[in-house]
């Protein structure tokens, strides 16, 4: 098999040999040993896997020095961005256990029985279940929060589920250390071999999708590689579920009061989002729709002041680095588009990516212009009023994010420029950048296609639902139901008879 190697984005050159692509027959084995974990991790109650997630996060944390030097190494992203990262995994993996703990996660439902006006009504008690063993595939601009130790992991080990890891190639170095220490945490509170596992290689992940075991998966990435494990998924004799959080264009309008307002303010805060993490972020906003005049030249002129005065920066690898270079060059060379300001090229060697900041025409905007262009680009469209921006914005495909800067004394925006943006995206930001997507119960990240494919967040506490069915039982012996169904009070919220019952005080 093929060697996996872990690169040095900075210089281009193998750091190390993490081992060969892991072979059919040993994601086979991984897969067996998955299955049978699962058995035995349902059979272990809540408080158990609360305690797992948090051993997870308190290992990775006591191993933070090499986690972060060793994901820096292989990913360019810095050690100031990769301890941030880190203390954001280990929050959510916190998280995650108490939500378990709270256990209102399994929507759990008791129908006693007894009359109805439909007649005599049996015993009903339903509650979510876990699926099974889960895949995820890691994220290449997150080598912690969305990789090995990330929030597809998390949750789907909060849901119960055994969770086998596909490593993305660019960080496969920090993929193994996160994946050996989460087996360490796991081992030290009982936890059964398989809980955790790991493959390398492409064609290890679409075994990995394609195994009878695997119930699950969940995929951060590009949407044609999220197309192509779809169609893995939905071919396999028996279909599972495939969680894709895709591609996303992010448009951020500012309308003609913000514009006046504070011009500069939302320029340089356009430019600081869009160039954030070398624009390797799926919530960089990609187009801005500007107000065209006098104030609509002040934001952009702002937003290039901080570009001019910016470094360029590595990329996550040679392969994105060339495929941002693409689309750039043919996202200038569209007719009406013009080059607005770039960040210097301060190395030699030239293997770090200038920002740039674009703009056309709204009535120049053609279709081609609304692919992610992944990398520290934006296009800034300018629009003349609201009557020219509304079938512009209705042409831009979903995304994760949609964020609108009004006046301060704009309280009644117009009703159909909110609808048109609250319709394309998932999460709705006012007045500030999608760029930071917070870890918390309230939190939806995700949107119609090509955001991602599914009704669920991948972040947020109820990231836990994809990876959870529903269970009914009827007329069952006490004895053979889950805790949770029984009548005895167990510190979770209910509903019983139609009636919501809290969590004891």
């Known amino acids: 098999m093929p ?21 059919a027959h040993e994601v086979h084995e991984i897969c067996v040993r998955a299955r ?55 929050f959510q993996l916190r998280m995650f256990a108490d939500v378990v703990d709270d256990g209102g996660f399994l929507e759990v439902v008791i129908d006693h029985a007894g009359p109805t006006d439909m007649g005599p009504r049996p015993d009903l008690r339903r509650m979510l279940v876990p699926v099974g063993p889960t895949a995820v595939f890691g994220a290449s601009n997150f080598p912690l929060a969305f990789s090995v130790p990330g929030g597809d992991t998390a949750s789907a080990l909060a849901a119960g589920n055994p969770v086998i890891v596909k490593a993305h190639e660019s960080h496969p170095a920090t993929a193994l250390l996160c994946a050996a220490l989460m087996t360490e945490a796991a081992t030290a509170v009982g936890a059964p071999e398989g809980t955790i596992g790991i493959v390398f290689g492409r064609a290890a992940g679409a075994q990995l999708v394609q195994h009878p075991e695997i119930s699950a998966v969940g995929f951060t990435g590009s949407p044609s590689g999220g197309r192509a494990l779809m169609r893995l998924a939905e071919a396999r004799p028996a279909p599972i579920p495939f969680y894709g959080e895709l591609g996303s264009l992010n448009p951020v309008v500012v309308t003609a009061a913000a514009a006046a307002e504070r011009a500069e ?23 801005a729709f500007v107000p065209s005049g006098p104030d609509g030249d002040v934001l952009v002129a702002s937003a290039a002041a901080v570009i001019e005065a910016g470094q360029s920066r590595v990329m996550l690898n040679a392969q994105i680095g060339e495929a941002f270079q693409r689309q750039l060059a043919s996202l200038k060379s569209c007719l009406g588009v013009r080059e607005v300001a770039a960040t210097p090229q301060r190395d030699a060697d030239g293997r770090s990516a200038r920002a740039h ?11 081609s212009m609304f692919e992610e262009c992944f990398g520290p680009v934006s296009m800034v469209v300018r629009y003349d009023d609201v009557a020219d921006l509304l079938p512009v914005l209705a042409r831009v495909p979903p995304s994760l994010t949609a964020t609108l800067h009004t006046g301060s004394d704009e309280g009644a925006v117009d009703g159909a420029l909110r609808e048109v943006l609250e319709e394309a995206a998932g999460r709705i930001v006012y ?30 506490a109820t990231a836990v639902r994809r990876f959870l069915r529903p269970r009914a039982w009827q007329d069952a012996p006490t004895a053979l139901l889950p805790v949770e169904l029984r009548d005895e009070p167990c510190g979770i919220p209910r509903r019983v008879d139609g009636v919501v019952v809290p969590t004891p005080a």
Do not use: Y
């Open 36 to 90: 049978a974990a699962h058995r035995t991790i349902r059979t272990l109650g809540r408080a158990w896997r609360a305690g797992l997630l948090r051993a997870m996060a308190d290992v990775l944390e006591s191993g933070r020095e090499l986690v972060v030097t060793t994901a820096d190494a292989e990913t360019a992203l810095g050690t100031d961005r990769l301890n941030g990262e880190l203390t954001r995994t280990c």
């Open 357 to 367: 900041l674009l703009e056309v025409s709204s009535q120049d905007l053609i279709d």
């Open 431 to 460: 007045n500030g950048f999608p760029t930071g997507v917070a870890v918390s119960w309230a939190q939806h990240h995700g949107g119609a296609w090509p955001a991602s494919n599914s009704l669920h967040t991948s972040v947020g």
């Open 265 to 287: 303010e939302v320029g340089q805060g356009l430019a600081a989002s869009f160039t954030l993490g070398v624009g390797q972020f799926c919530t960089k906003p990609g187009l």
């Open 3 to 23: 060697d996996v190697e872990s690169v040095d984005p900075r210089t281009g050159e193998v750091r190390l040999v993490v081992g060969p692509e892991t072979t």
